[in-house]
């Protein structure tokens, strides 16, 4: 017992099965015209030809009424179209019916006066049509069932009513033919079906996983302009306490209020290292990190890994040990430089006793492995692929902020995806777990890997140039507007500051001289961008070398696409100060 189709899939596999029989009806019609012309040859003489005539020419107009009616349902499209398949099929049953009838009824009339060799013949023709319409018709019994019957019971029933046993012992034998070829039709019908409803299953889960897949990549893009437009609204008010507390650090203040300084810009700090593991990842789900691969020698960097994070170590109880070695190999070095500080920066901050190492070994000729060893608590095998996630972190439900944030090892693994170094993860619990990178091998010695470029540097540069240099300034946050004012004001420079082109244009009118620095926020009021206000100023002093500096809190990535297509420096509130003084310095000439 076969369940019924569902509705999803009843109206393809009756359209399906539709198609198989147009398909079949062309040969089906061909056939029964030109068997009708053996028969009328070979009953000639036995038969009354008026009768033979007639007979054939109903064949033809009915075979020819049938083909009509088949081309106009199909016309036009019809072929998609249910409601016109299921007309068409009435249609088709009635025309079959009259074509069994037309066939069964002259030849049991016909067994009843031939002799007996053109009886064995229209036996033959009868067996012969029978079989060829199990081919046609057996896709829809309905259809078969309308030829069949009406095609072999009145002559079946004819050499019943003859007084001849060979007749009748046929006429036994055609009903068992009958059933047995039904019986067999009936298979392949369930056979085709089941195949059809299959294929349309698997065709309707397609389309769900495809839907679920659409659907799963709408929310993860949803969670995307989520945590960007999240990231920017938090970045404004942090971005004006960092400048406000650089302003504060240049002053001078008693012991007590400079204590109070540095707990803010500490708090400043800790937030900031959220906001840039959020602006990391979304540089590389935008695509714009382009690796600038050189050789890097990994002595170099090991040595600096070890110096950096000792007094985290230290801090901690632990050893931190190198084994270095003389490779050189061919990476970006900013990149495979932060590759390596999250790794030991991650191992320090989950191991509380034993040590951690950081070593590099050869694997053949053509590559090297770079290795950060622990003895923390080891991660179980379960957990392989979640530690690489955003925000996942083992062992730490109450998220406390010694231990990270949960974002190290998902820029880990995209930042090595990257760059085409295989990441790999071994770990025994209650042992310690080993994070290896495997890097190619380079001819020649490079820089060491710094992930600071020049805009990104903690070292505060030299001071800004003696001239009072002019810097424009858009924002539309007024706090971040005020406090970066001050603060450039602070470092010698001469600010003219507004929320938007026209407005600072406006202001521009009483002030000497062009800019020689435009420093604008990116996402302006009224839908304008940085970028625009950038271009409206320099297209109003007719000068596009006038050099600029976006500052955003927006993570988006079409965003960071966009900047990274105009070549635009860009700094991410919150802006340290240290930073942006470096910026400003490089921009300036100075």
């Not at 046609?136 to 069949?148: G, K, N, R």
């Not at 944030?405 to 777990?433: E, N, Q, Y």
Request: aromatic letters at 6%.
């Amino acid at each position: 017992m076969h369940p019924p189709l569902p509705p999803s899939s009843a109206a393809p596999v009756f359209a399906a099965r539709m198609h198989a029989l147009r398909r079949n009806l062309p040969f089906a019609l061909l056939g029964v015209l030109l068997t009708s012309g053996l028969v009328a040859a070979a009953l000639k003489g036995a038969v009354p030809a008026s009768q033979l005539l007639l007979w054939i020419g109903a064949n033809v107009l009915l075979t020819a009424a049938r083909g009509w009616v088949a081309w106009r349902s199909w016309r036009d499209g019809g072929e998609h179209d249910v409601a016109r398949l299921r007309r068409w099929h009435r249609q088709t049953l009635v025309g079959t019916a009259l074509g069994g009838l037309l066939w069964g009824l002259p030849t049991a009339w016909w067994m009843l006066q031939a002799p007996l060799a053109h009886q064995m013949f229209l036996v033959i023709a009868l067996l012969t049509m029978g079989t060829g319409a199990i081919y046609a018709y057996c896709i829809d019994l309905p259809m078969l069932y309308s030829f069949q019957v009406p095609y072999f019971a009145p002559s079946m029933l004819a050499m019943g009513l003859v007084p001849h046993p060979l007749l009748h012992v046929m006429s036994l034998a055609g009903a068992l033919y009958l059933f047995v070829t039904l019986a067999f039709a009936h298979r392949m019908f369930r056979t085709q079906e089941d195949s059809l409803r299959l294929r349309f299953e698997n065709l309707d889960l397609l389309k769900r996983v495809q839907q679920e897949k659409e659907a799963a990549v709408r929310s993860d893009q949803a969670k995307s302009r989520f945590l960007a437009a999240a990231s920017h609204d938090l970045r404004q008010p942090m971005h004006a306490l960092s400048l406000f507390v650089g302003v504060l650090r240049g002053n001078a203040l008693p012991a007590s209020s400079r204590a109070l300084v540095d707990n803010i810009a500490r708090a400043a700090s800790a937030m900031g290292t959220l906001f840039e593991g959020l602006l990391n990842l979304s540089r590389l789900d935008a695509g714009v990190v382009v690796p600038r691969k050189q050789p890097v020698a990994l002595d170099g960097l090991i040595e600096q890994l070890v110096l950096e994070f000792a007094p985290q170590a230290q801090a901690r109880g632990l050893q931190l040990r190198a084994s270095p070695g003389a490779a050189v190999v061919e990476s970006d070095p900013a990149l495979l430089g932060r590759i390596m500080r999250n790794l030991v920066d991650n191992a320090i901050r989950h191991t509380s006793r034993g040590g951690v190492i950081i070593g590099c070994r050869g694997v053949g000729p053509l590559a090297v492995r770079v290795e950060v060893w622990d003895s923390g608590p080891g991660i179980p095998q379960e957990e392989h692929e979640r530690v690489f996630w955003e925000f996942h972190q083992l062992g730490n439900p109450e998220r406390e902020r010694s231990r990270g944030l949960g974002l190290g090892l998902a820029i880990v693994r995209r930042t090595a995806a990257l760059l085409k170094h295989p990441l790999d993860l071994r770990s025994r619990v209650g042992r310690g777990t080993v994070f290896s990178l495997t890097l190619p091998r380079a001819q020649q010695p490079g820089p060491i890997a710094d992930e600071r470029g020049a805009i990104a540097a903690t070292e505060v540069p030299e001071p800004p140039p003696p001239r009072p240099a002019l810097v424009f300034v858009v924002d539309d946050d007024a706090p971040s507007r005020q406090g970066l004012q001050l603060l450039l004001e602070g470092w010698g420079l001469r600010v003219l500051a507004a929320v938007g082109a026209d407005e600072l244009l406006e202001a521009a009118a009483a002030v000497s001289g062009k800019p020689e620095l435009i420093v604008s926020d990116y996402r302006l009021r009224e839908h304008q961008t940085g970028i625009d206000a950038i271009d409206r100023v320099r297209e109003e002093y007719n000068d596009d070398a006038i050099p600029a500096l976006l500052v955003s809190g927006d993570t988006d990535p079409q965003r960071l696409i966009e900047v990274a297509q105009r070549d635009l420096p860009l700094l991410h509130k919150p802006v340290d100060p240290a930073q942006l003084k470096a910026a400003v310095t490089r921009l300036l000439g100075n």
